[in-house]
């Protein structure tokens, strides 16, 4: 027996490579994000291989250790290569954020580490240091001492912790559900709408409210529609405000949303996803205002701080009623339940153990001040005022108004030719093309281009870029179509 296990563990060292292998393993690593990074200057946004990416499919898992040349030279033509370099600051569809440098050494760190970031007993540290960042969010969005949060791995997981968070601090059984009613518009995530299904409540009434011309919430008609839901008997639950929709980029009145909240007691919650951290630039205050009086905030940090997927915050203005929804009680957890002095994430969120997201955003802001990010985050805003302007001036375009935060709507129609094949056309040569990545989407019924700034890569010279090749394109299609 004993002869087996000594020669059980000396196979599986390859396990555990040593100083030197470790060494080796990282120049090679650190080589691989050097090329990664010089190419993002140069190499396209876009590149639409899904056959290479697809023999990842057939990729043998060995028995035995392979080269780890070969093995980053695969990672690199069949994955890092095909589809949206979502790093790259040519990313200006849906809602890019780049990925910090500094963001990937701290999840390197962690995971090194590996410390237990679920429970306060096993590493009080971490789940200070996670406390920490969401009491900085909190303070953001002027929440009070007793506000609490969980650091999720996106903004759709953030709004479903929330979403049950609201459903238990109202005491709904599933009895009311088909009679609870949610407020929502045509803009809301739709993120929003699964969150509520796997709740449970798909079966809950949404009351889809319609938008003004900048596309937020008209509320003069969410009053009158909690007072006709009352009369008929039916429980007005909560309002989803959005800060920053994807599609438009429109902040709701959250104000007037969180007064009307309040006064026939529904939760407010809003999701700013997208739009929470522009507070940092304060050129939003007026915007914003009001997003105090909220319950409940998501802010995706793989966002608008620029981190690598992988993490959204939701805040929650009682932290106790998070707790409330979520704690729990085991037998072989008793030894920490006894030491329990603060809530930890296994309290407060579906997770037990957990990835330790923390020191991801713990690490940039530390490492290069929040200065550095206010100043990123107002060049964005400046960035899509420039884009917006000099599409408005180019023949043929189309602009809605002046965007509240970082995404500009735009379309292309020439003279008497038709709008939504002419914008069809120029997206697809854009996409053929591949330097820089718009998305589409469609605002009542007209195909509509979206060139959406955040990535912290994206700076003038790519809006300039941007511009050049939708001028050159444009004239394509007119000749095309002509
Ligand atoms: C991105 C986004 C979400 C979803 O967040 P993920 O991090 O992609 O899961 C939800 N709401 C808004 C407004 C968003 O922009």
């Given at each position: 027996m004993?002869?087996?296990i000594?020669q059980?563990?000396?196979?599986s060292?390859?396990?555990?490579?040593?100083?030197?292998?470790?060494e080796?393993?990282e120049?090679?690593?650190?080589?691989?994000?050097?090329?990664?990074?010089?190419n993002?200057h140069?190499?396209k946004?876009y590149?639409?291989?899904?056959?290479t990416?697809s023999?990842i499919?057939?990729?043998d898992i060995?028995?035995?250790?392979?080269?780890?040349?070969?093995?980053l030279?695969?990672?690199?033509?069949?994955?890092?290569?095909?589809?949206?370099?979502?790093a790259?600051?040519g990313?200006l569809g849906?809602i890019?954020?780049?990925g910090?440098?500094?963001s990937a050494?701290?999840?390197?760190l962690?995971?090194?580490?590996?410390r237990?970031?679920g429970v306060h007993?096993?590493?009080?540290g971490?789940?200070?240091?996670e406390?920490?960042?969401?009491r900085?969010?909190a303070?953001?969005?002027?929440y009070?001492?007793?506000?609490?949060?969980?650091?999720a791995?996106?903004?759709?997981?953030a709004?479903?912790?929330a979403?049950?968070t609201?459903?238990?601090?109202?005491?709904?059984?599933?009895a009311?559900?088909?009679k609870?009613?949610?407020?929502?518009?045509?803009?809301?995530?739709h993120?929003?709408d699964?969150?509520?299904r796997?709740?449970?409540?798909?079966e809950?009434?949404?009351?889809?409210l319609?938008?003004?011309?900048?596309?937020?919430?008209?509320?003069?008609?969410l009053?009158?529609?909690i007072?006709?839901?009352?009369?008929?008997?039916?429980?007005?639950?909560?309002i989803?405000?959005?800060a920053?929709?994807?599609d438009?980029?429109?902040v709701?009145?959250?104000?007037?949303q969180?007064?009307?909240?309040a006064?026939?007691?529904l939760?407010?919650?809003v999701?700013?996803?997208?739009?929470?951290f522009f507070?940092?630039t304060?050129e939003?205050?007026?915007?914003?205002?009001?997003?105090e009086?909220?319950?409940?905030v998501v802010?995706?940090?793989h966002?608008?701080?620029?981190?690598p997927y992988g993490?959204?915050a939701?805040i929650?203005?009682?932290?106790?009623l998070?707790?409330?929804?979520?704690?729990?009680?085991?037998?072989y957890m008793?030894?920490i339940?006894d030491?329990?002095?603060?809530?930890s994430p296994?309290d407060?969120?579906?997770?037990?153990?957990?990835?330790f997201r923390?020191?991801r955003?713990?690490?940039p802001l530390k490492?290069?001040?929040?200065?550095?990010?206010?100043?990123?985050l107002?060049?964005?805003?400046?960035?899509?005022q420039h884009?917006?302007?000099r599409?408005?001036?180019m023949?043929?375009?189309?602009t809605g108004?002046?965007?509240?935060?970082?995404?500009?709507l735009?379309?292309?129609?020439?003279?008497g030719?038709?709008?939504?094949?002419c914008t069809?056309?120029l997206?697809?040569l854009m996409?053929?093309?591949?330097?820089?990545?718009?998305?589409s989407?469609?605002?009542?019924?007209?195909?509509?281009?979206?060139l959406a700034?955040?990535?912290?890569?994206?700076h003038?010279s790519?809006?300039?870029?941007a511009?050049?090749?939708?001028?050159?394109y444009a004239?394509?299609?007119?000749?095309?179509?002509a």
């Amino acid at each position: 027996m004993r002869k087996e296990i000594e020669q059980l563990e000396h196979q599986s060292r390859e396990l555990e490579p040593d100083s030197e292998n470790r060494e080796f393993l990282e120049r090679k690593v650190t080589a691989y994000s050097e090329h990664f990074y010089k190419n993002l200057h140069t190499g396209k946004t876009y590149s639409p291989e899904y056959q290479t990416a697809s023999e990842i499919l057939e990729s043998d898992i060995p028995e035995h250790p392979e080269n780890p040349e070969d093995l980053l030279d695969e990672l690199g033509a069949k994955v890092d290569h095909p589809g949206i370099n979502t790093a790259s600051g040519g990313h200006l569809g849906y809602i890019p954020g780049g990925g910090l440098y500094s963001s990937a050494l701290g999840d390197f760190l962690a995971a090194v580490t590996n410390r237990y970031a679920g429970v306060h007993y096993t590493s009080p540290g971490a789940v200070n240091m996670e406390r920490r960042l969401i009491r900085w969010m909190a303070d953001m969005v002027g929440y009070p001492d007793s506000a609490g949060g969980y650091l999720a791995s996106g903004g759709s997981i953030a709004n479903l912790t929330a979403i049950i968070t609201a459903r238990e601090a109202r005491g709904l059984k599933a009895a009311q559900f088909s009679k609870s009613v949610v407020y929502v518009t045509e803009q809301t995530h739709h993120c929003i709408d699964r969150a509520l299904r796997i709740a449970g409540m798909g079966e809950a009434i949404q009351r889809q409210l319609p938008v003004d011309e900048n596309f937020r919430m008209k509320t003069d008609q969410l009053e009158q529609a909690i007072q006709q839901d009352l009369q008929a008997g039916r429980v007005p639950w909560l309002i989803v405000g959005s800060a920053g929709t994807t599609d438009t980029g429109a902040v709701d009145p959250l104000k007037k949303q969180g007064e009307i909240a309040a006064r026939h007691g529904l939760w407010f919650h809003v999701d700013a996803a997208y739009g929470g951290f522009f507070m940092l630039t304060g050129e939003v205050d007026s915007l914003f205002a009001g997003i105090e009086l909220s319950d409940s905030v998501v802010l995706d940090p793989h966002k608008g701080l620029f981190l690598p997927y992988g993490i959204g915050a939701v805040i929650v203005k009682q932290e106790k009623l998070m707790a409330a929804a979520y704690s729990y009680e085991a037998s072989y957890m008793q030894d920490i339940q006894d030491q329990q002095t603060v809530l930890s994430p296994a309290d407060t969120s579906p997770e037990l153990s957990k990835h330790f997201r923390g020191l991801r955003m713990w690490l940039p802001l530390k490492l290069h001040g929040v200065s550095a990010f206010r100043s990123a985050l107002k060049e964005k805003l400046r960035l899509a005022q420039h884009a917006h302007q000099r599409l408005t001036e180019m023949p043929g375009f189309e602009t809605g108004t002046e965007p509240d935060l970082s995404v500009v709507l735009f379309r292309f129609h020439p003279q008497g030719a038709d709008p939504d094949a002419c914008t069809k056309k120029l997206h697809q040569l854009m996409l053929d093309d591949g330097q820089i990545y718009l998305s589409s989407t469609r605002i009542d019924g007209k195909y509509m281009l979206r060139l959406a700034v955040l990535s912290v890569r994206t700076h003038l010279s790519t809006i300039d870029l941007a511009l050049e090749l939708l001028q050159k394109y444009a004239r394509e299609v007119t000749k095309s179509s002509a």
